[in-house]
Nanobody, 122 residues
Framework: QVQLVESGGGLVQPGGSLRLSCAAS????????MGWYRQAPGKQRELVAV???????NYAGSVKGRFTISRDNAKNTVYLQMNSLKPEDTAVYYC????????????????WGQGTQVTVSS
């Protein structure tokens, strides 16, 4: 099995910064795309940013220029640096990973973290 453990959420004032981390552990053969989604109250879960194992990145338009996604392939860890935070960034942020396990190295499955709350408020 694969577990994703997130950290780094919290309360921050508008204009502030936070850094989220997500470590994937377990019987991992290879981690492919990793990324972050978020869900605000009353809204659907939406993509924030994704990064492939080769370093290709994609961002939601609302966070481009403010958020930066990165990863450490050796540690199966993905990061989200969030700058210039706005109240509308308030949401539960979920880590995502597309992973093949040792048991089935030819099959990829999606895994999710438990979510971490980010609140932007003065």
């Amino acid at each position: 099995q694969v577990q994703l453990v997130e950290s780094g959420g919290g309360l921050v004032q508008p204009g502030g910064s936070l850094r989220l981390s997500c470590a994937a552990s377990g019987s991992i053969f290879s981690a492919y795309a990793m990324g972050w989604y978020r869900q605000a109250p009353g809204k659907q879960r939406e993509l924030v940013a994704v990064i492939t194992s080769g370093g290709y990145t994609n961002y939601a338009g609302s966070v481009k220029g403010r958020f930066t996604i990165s990863r450490d392939n050796a540690k199966n860890t993905v990061y989200l640096q969030m700058n210039s935070l706005k109240p509308e960034d308030t949401a539960v942020y979920y880590c995502y990973a597309n992973v093949a396990t040792m048991a089935q190295p030819g099959i990829r499955n999606d895994y999710w973290g438990q979510g971490t709350q980010v609140t932007v408020s003065s």
